[in-house]
């Protein structure tokens, strides 16, 4: 017999959806079977699973080690010596600038993503262990490619990631871009288009009108900044969030992002890359509002974070002589 006493990031849930986390391999079948047979209480009555579980409830699991160990698999946690580089860190969340060339999250097992960076950094540091991990995982909530930078935000308990999940998925926040794109740019523009995403490739088409129903609207909007004759740094407002949208909308209209091996001109990659050591597009994730938030997480209301730009977005600026600081107009 085990006994589960549920915590601060466990309550607030069904009770049959806490025990298929923490029996992860069981059958639905078979829990409901035991919930019946009153092999599983809550609070030393029976129940149906439906229950939403409240601090310190007492779950008691009247089953053979053997057979809860059968069905609680084998859930080695991934971990990684990377150390997060922290905007922004509470005890419900936590903004990170994330680096180029790791995942937001796995794509596969063996991938170390930053969801394992984030796992390592709260087990170092004492804020999880490998028990809570059964039933509760900080994640993140939004998704940068691997070679963009720039901010990324994680839920470190149930509450923010659930809150942090909800504004992005909402798209009640505001979030901005700094980009190096191919041209001379000097006016504002609002971007419409539609995408058509091509799973088997991974890459996008950007059209101007929809040709079947799965081509999505989208609308991106980019203010210049600063810039040369032959390239323009864009602060660039994410109004629908879509797969590859910067990246391929801009260079829709003929101003590909430096670097970008998908959307971009191989040849200018590879005289930029060379000059400067670049090995990833010159997309950055600068800026995020939160909006108003309710209950534990109000205090949120407004924060506004910005994450200093990768050391090779640099090089190419002041190699060629484009000269913006944060705090500069439009920043």
Known sequence: MQTLIVKENEKGQRLDKLLSKYLNLAPKGFLYKMLRKKNITLNGK?????EMLCLND??????????????????????TSIKPDILYEDKHIILFNKPEN??????????ISMVEVLISYLLEKGE????????????VCNRLDRNTTGILAAGKSLVGLQALSAVFKERSLSKYYLCLVKGEMKT???L???????????????????RTSEDLPIQTSYTPLAGNHELTLLKVKLI????????????????????????????LNQYYGKKYQISAQLLHSYELYLPEFSGQLAYLSGKH????????FIRVMEGEGIQWQPGTPEA
Do not use: W
């Not at 007492?58 to 971990?79: C, M, W």
């Not at 974070?305 to 090779?312: D, F, G, Q, V, Y």
């Open 128 to 139: 999880l262990t490998e028990a809570d991990l059964k039933s509760f995982r900080p994640s």
């Open 102 to 111: 790791i995942l937001s999250q796995k794509a596969k097992d063996s991938d």
């Open 46 to 50: 029976k129940a149906a699973g439906a």
């Open 240 to 267: 629908t969030g879509r797969s590859h949208q910067i990246r391929a909308h801009l260079a829709s209209t003929g101003h590909p992002i430096i670097g970008d091996p998908k959307y971009g001109e191989a040849k």
């Open 305 to 312: 974070i910005t994450a200093p730009l990768p050391a090779s």
């Open 58 to 79: 007492e779950i008691r699991l009247f089953l053979s080690d053997e057979t809860i160990a059968k069905f609680s698999g084998n859930r080695q946690v991934a971990q």
């Open 188 to 190: 504002e523009q609002l």
């Open 192 to 210: 419409d288009g539609f995408l058509c995403k091509n799973e088997r490739t991974n890459t996008v088409t950007i059209r101007e009108t929809p």
